[in-house]
Every structure is written in structure tokens, then in C-alpha cells.
């Protein structure tokens, strides 16, 4: 049980940051770094994207290019937590950038980080349905795992989401920290099966040194120049799968002790993940029965490896803990797209925030924002019921292309105001010199990656061009860039000022009594 001088510290902290406490503070250190972690899911974005990584590159890119954007993406969070340690609110990016830089830094990033949220949810219940549809199918053999059963199976799963998270977050914050666990004793329970079981496994040169290009462009080793582009397109699995860690941040007004919790939670989920994941991933691959089977599968790559390697009770066995994690995943992520979209709209940057998505219900949860997230997520896989493999490749671009921007800019402020920032809890020290430049230019890089072409059929100017397995995400991020950018010039730099002060000391008070919420100076405690 908490003291209550630290319940107080952090709401004393928000009323400097602007805000009232009409969120439930209730999470603690462990059930912050769970949320993160959950939504990283290594159970999920890994083995859902696996296919991208073993057919554009192959083995050694599933295995070697986990650690290689591993090393990169905690550079990205370590520089994230310390912005987070400092400034610990729901609004998170969008408002680190508002204070750090301008209004317009913060509308920009706000927006990208929003349609990130969006897409990262969107692409983890896809792949979500993807694994449920593929157990149903070992269960029920009459189950089709066609576009149109994964699509129904993919709004079953949303719609959970969206009724589960009209709860309190206490029941959320238990829920992730038994994710938590789950995910660990998961992946030991997964890796010690894929060891004993299978009665052959690959040898050390496939899972560490072997290529694949199934891409359509030439090459098909590191000597060749274009090989490097195909090996660039595959390591959107493991950057995919390393999206979401800014929930932490996310869920800082719900946090004790948040100044140091947040900026361990957005940092400890990803180092767990890079290690716990390269443990899962070489695993998996030591499995792969055969290479070509495991090309034809597809999105179902893994649940081929491991019925094929070893038997169908026991691929349904695996796909039970990975599909419970899958789902833990997609609850978690919707929880924090709603926070960040709760505080946008508290600062008045969504049409309707205000007075509709910063609504907060009896059990302190921004109801019509989870309502939002939940639908305009639900939406953006669409497409997938005509064009499922497009569909999600496009879902998890949009996702690490605009979580990504958004995590960029603060990064960058942060590195620009130097000295003069005021650090929190927990700082880099003078070490932010070279560590967010770094981060940056990664940021940089895979941005441009992930806008390009994953195949040659699906360059306009080339033979054989084909609608169906184009890259859509330079049109979904462009067309982010001009309406945000176009609502900015047109109207939004009159009126959006960044994040609004809700009133003086008196003034929040005043508000946090309507809810019946703790106020700094008073007796409270919290389990």
C-alpha cells in the first residue's frame, strides 16, 4: 500500500503540468511497465509479422535484425523516458512537443501519433483474427480461414475490446499485469516445446546466416546491392513488433510514483522484449520444417511451422498461448489510443474533444474516446476483406511510420533545447548528446524504408503492375500530412494554442471534486 505523500507528489506534479486528477491513479510501477510490454507482445507482433522477415531477407533477418532495430529502438525509448520522467501527462508526445517546441510541433506530432495509435491497434487485432481464425480452423476443420472469416473474426475481437475497456482501470491495470506474466511463461513454455518436441530442427548456418527473397526483386545475398533493400523492407517485423512503448507515458495520470514509473515502463518493456523475442524468434526458426511450405503460408507461417514440425494438438496447444496473448495485446493498445486520445481532445485538437471524447464516466474512463478508437480502428482494416496480406502490411506501415514521426519530434526538441531542459525523476544525464541524435536519424531512416515499394509489381511504372500489393502507406501518411497540415493553415494556428491550463489550484480542485478525486494535501491512500 502506497503513503499518501506519494499520491500527492504526482497530483501536485499534474496540477503544475495544468491538469486536474480526474483519472484514477491506480497503477503501479509493475502494472505501468506491463502495458507497454503487452502492447510490444512478443507473442503477437513477432509471430503475426513473421512472414514479412522470412521472406523479405529470410532467417537472418527474423534472427540478426530482431537485435540490430533492437539496439536502435531502445536508443528511441531511453530518449522517450526521460521526456516522460519529466513531463508525466496522458497527452504524453503531443504535449512534450507543444512545451519543448511550439503549438505546431505539438499539433503535428499529436495528429501522427493519434493515426499511429490508430493503425497499431488496428494491425494487432488483424493479426490478432489471424491466429484465433487459424485455431478455430484446427478445432473446427469447416472453419474457412478465408479474408471473410479472419474480418468477422477481427470485429468479434474488436468489439471485446472496446466493451472491456469501458471498465475501471483498476480491472485493466490487473489484466495487463497478469499479461505481463503470461507473456513470459508464454514464451519459456513455447521454447522449451519447440526444443524437445520436433523430431528435426534447422541447423545454426539457416536460423543465423541463411537468406530469402521472396520480395520479387533480385538478389538473394548481401553481395548483391539490391538484397540490402529487401533485407531493409524486412526488418518491419521486428519494428513493427517494437511499437506502443509511449503507452507507459500514456498512462502516467494513472500512475503513482509516474515520474520514475512511466520512464521505466517505456524503457524496461522494450529491453524485455529484445530479449525475451530473440529467445522466441531463433526458436521458431530452428523449427521451420521446410522453407518452401513455410513461403506458401504466408500470415499462417507459424502456425505451419509448428504443425508441421511437430503435430496439430500441439501447434493447437502453442496457438492458445499466443492467441491469449494476441488478445491481452489488443486490449492494451486500445487503452492507450484512448488516453491519448482523451488528452488530446481535453486541449481541443479533435473536432468534438471538448465536449464529446474528453467525457469521463463514473469509473473515471474517457468512454467516447475508447468508442472512437475502437471504430476508427475497426475501419482502417477495411480493406483487408478485399485484400487481407495488403491490408495488414499497410495496418503495421501506418503504424511504425506514424508512431514513430510522433516519437521523433520530442526527441529531437529535447536534443535541440539542451542544457535548458528540466529533467525529471529520471534523466539521461549529459548521454541525451549523443543518444538522441542517434535515435533520431533511426527514426529518419525507417520512415523512408517503410514508404517504399514492397514488390516490384507494385510500382506503377513497372510490368505487370498489380493494385493489390501496392504499399499504400506514402498515401495513408500524405494524406495525414495534408490534412493536418492543411487544418493547420487554414484554421487550427488561429486557435489551438497547445495544452490549456484547466484553471488554478482552486479551479482543479473544484474539478476533481466532481468526481470525488483526491486532491494534493489530502489524506488518501491507495492499494
Request: hydrophobic share 55%; charged share 10%; proline share 4%.
Amino acid at each position: 500500500m502506497d503513503t499518501p505523500v506519494h499520491h500527492d507528489e504526482d497530483s501536485t506534479l499534474l496540477h503544475k503540468l495544468g491538469y486536474a486528477q480526474v483519472l484514477y491513479r491506480e497503477m503501479g510501477g509493475f502494472s505501468n511497465f506491463a502495458i507497454s510490454f503487452t502492447i510490444i507482445s512478443i507473442l503477437a507482433g513477432c509471430l503475426t509479422s513473421y512472414y514479412i522477415g522470412f521472406q523479405w531477407g529470410g532467417p537472418i533477418v527474423v534472427t540478426w535484425g530482431w537485435l540490430f532495430v533492437g539496439f536502435f529502438v531502445i536508443l528511441v525509448a531511453l530518449a522517450m523516458g526521460e521526456v516522460a520522467s519529466a513531463m508525466p501527462t496522458a497527452g504524453a508526445i503531443y504535449y512534450w512537443s507543444s512545451k519543448l517546441g511550439s503549438p505546431a510541433w505539438g499539433w503535428f506530432s499529436g495528429w501522427f501519433n493519434l493515426i499511429g495509435q490508430i493503425g497499431v491497434t488496428a494491425a494487432i487485432d488483424y493479426g490478432a483474427a489471424i491466429f484465433w481464425t487459424s485455431l478455430m480452423n484446427l478445432w473446427f476443420p469447416s472453419v474457412s480461414t478465408g479474408r471473410h472469416t479472419v474480418f468477422l473474426t477481427f470485429t468479434a475481437i474488436m468489439a471485446a475490446h472496446l466493451l472491456l475497456n469501458l471498465n475501471g482501470v483498476r480491472i485493466l491495470a490487473l489484466i495487463n499485469s497478469i499479461s505481463a506474466w503470461w507473456h513470459m511463461a508464454g514464451v519459456a513454455v513455447i521454447v522449451l516445446v519447440l526444443i524437445v518436441v520436433p523430431d528435426h530442427h534447422q541447423s545454426a548456418h539457416f536460423v543465423f546466416a541463411h537468406t530469402i527473397n521472396n520480395s520479387g526483386f533480385s538478389g538473394s545475398s548481401f553481395a548483391h546491392p539490391v538484397f540490402w533493400f529487401v533485407v531493409g523492407i524486412g526488418l518491419l517485423m521486428a519494428q513493427y513488433t517494437y511499437t506502443g512503448y509511449d503507452a507507459s507515458a500514456h498512462m502516467s495520470e494513472e500512475t503513482r510514483r509516474a515520474s520514475r514509473a512511466a520512464a521505466w515502463g517505456v524503457v524496461m518493456s522494450v529491453v524485455m522484449s529484445v530479449i525475451f523475442g530473440f529467445i522466441l524468434l531463433v526458436a521458431v526458426t530452428f523449427a521451420v520444417p521446410d522453407q518452401k511450405g513455410t513461403i506458401a503460408a504466408g500470415g499462417y507461417a507459424v502456425t505451419y511451422i509448428w504443425q508441421s514440425s511437430m503435430s496439430t494438438r500441439w501447434a493447437e496447444f502453442l496457438l492458445v498461448i499466443a492467441c491469449v496473448a494476441q488478445f491481452f495485446c489488443g486490449l492494451a493498445s486500445v487503452t492507450a489510443a484512448s488516453r491519448m486520445m482523451f488528452a488530446f481532445s481535453r486541449d481541443g485538437a479533435v473536432p468534438g474533444g471538448r465536449s464529446i471524447f474528453r467525457k469521463v464516466s463514473r469509473l473515471r474512463v474517457p468512454v467516447n474516446a475508447v468508442i472512437a478508437i475502437a471504430v476508427l480502428s475497426w475501419a482502417l482494416m477495411l480493406p483487408t476483406y478485399w485484400n487481407n496480406t495488403v491490408g495488414y502490411l499497410v495496418g503495421t506501415s501506418v503504424a511504425v511510420i506514424g508512431l514513430y514521426i510522433a516519437y521523433g519530434v520530442p526527441i529531437f526538441l529535447r536534443w535541440r533545447v539542451g542544457a535548458s531542459f528540466q529533467p525529471g525523476a529520471w534523466t539521461l544525464g549529459r548521454h541525451y548528446r549523443w543518444i538522441n541524435p542517434i535515435a533520431f536519424v533511426w527514426i529518419v531512416f525507417i520512415s523512408i524504408l517503410f514508404l517504399m515499394p514492397i514488390t516490384p509489381t507494385g510500382i506503377p511504372w513497372h510490368d505487370g503492375f498489380d493494385w493489390n500489393v501496392v504499399n499504400y502507406a506514402p498515401i495513408t501518411v500524405g494524406g495525414v500530412i495534408v490534412l493536418a497540415g492543411g487544418w493547420w493553415i487554414l484554421s487550427a494556428r488561429k486557435w489551438f494554442k497547445g495544452p490549456i491550463v484547466q484553471g488554478t489550484e482552486a479551479e482543479l480542485e473544484r474539478i476533481e471534486a466532481e468526481y470525488d478525486a483526491p486532491t494534493p494535501g489530502t489524506a488518501t491512500s491507495s492499494a
